[in-house]
C-alpha cells in the first residue's frame, strides 16, 4: 500500500508515534509510506537509509490578506497531488486539527477513494477537543 503520515515534526509525542508507526508498516510490511508537513519527522531526520519512506515538504506561502498563513489549505491543496502523483491509498492523521481536516479536503479535491484514519491523542483530546469553539469539528 502508499500511506501518507501528516503529523508535526516536533520531538513531542505525536512525531514519535506518527514516525514509529509509519517505520514499521515500512519495515516490518513493505507498504511505501511519505510522511508530509512542514520538517520531517524528528526521528526520520536521523534515519535516512529506508527506501520505503519519504518526506514532502508543505510550503506555505505569505499572504498579506491572511494574518496568519493558512498551513492546513496548503496541506490539503500539497496532498490531493501527492494523492495523485503516488496513488495513495491511506492517509493517516496525527491530531483532527489541521491534519484530519486537510486529509478530507484533499481526498474531495484529489477525487480518489482514499481511506483516511485519524489517531486522536494529547491536545487533540484535553485542550482542542475540549474547547467549546472546536469540539464539533474535532
Do not use: W
Not at 501527492?82 to 496525527?94: A, E, G, K, N, T
Not at 481536516?101 to 484514519?117: E, M, Q, Y
Amino acid at each position: 500500500m502508499n500511506i501518507v503520515i501528516l503529523c508535526y515534526h516536533r520531538i513531542g509525542g505525536s512525531g514519535i508515534v506518527a514516525y514509529e508507526i509509519g517505520r514499521a508498516m515500512a519495515e516490518e510490511k513493505g507498504h511505501k509510506v511519505h510522511f508530509m508537513g512542514l520538517e520531517p519527522p524528528f526521528r526520520l531526520k536521523n534515519n535516512n537509509n529506508n527506501d520505503s519512506m519519504h518526506f514532502h515538504k508543505v510550503h506555505v506561502n505569505e499572504y498579506p490578506v491572511f494574518d496568519f498563513q493558512p498551513y492546513s489549505l496548503a496541506l490539503a491543496s500539497q496532498l490531493s497531488t501527492l494523492i495523485q502523483r503516488h496513488d495513495i491509498d491511506v492517509i493517516h492523521s496525527h491530531y483532527a486539527l489541521p491534519h484530519a481536516v486537510s486529509a478530507l479536503l484533499a481526498r474531495d479535491i484529489s477525487g480518489r477513494d482514499v481511506k483516511c484514519i485519524t489517531t486522536l491523542h494529547g491536545t487533540d483530546i484535553t485542550i482542542v477537543g475540549a474547547h467549546p469553539t472546536m469540539i464539533n469539528i474535532t
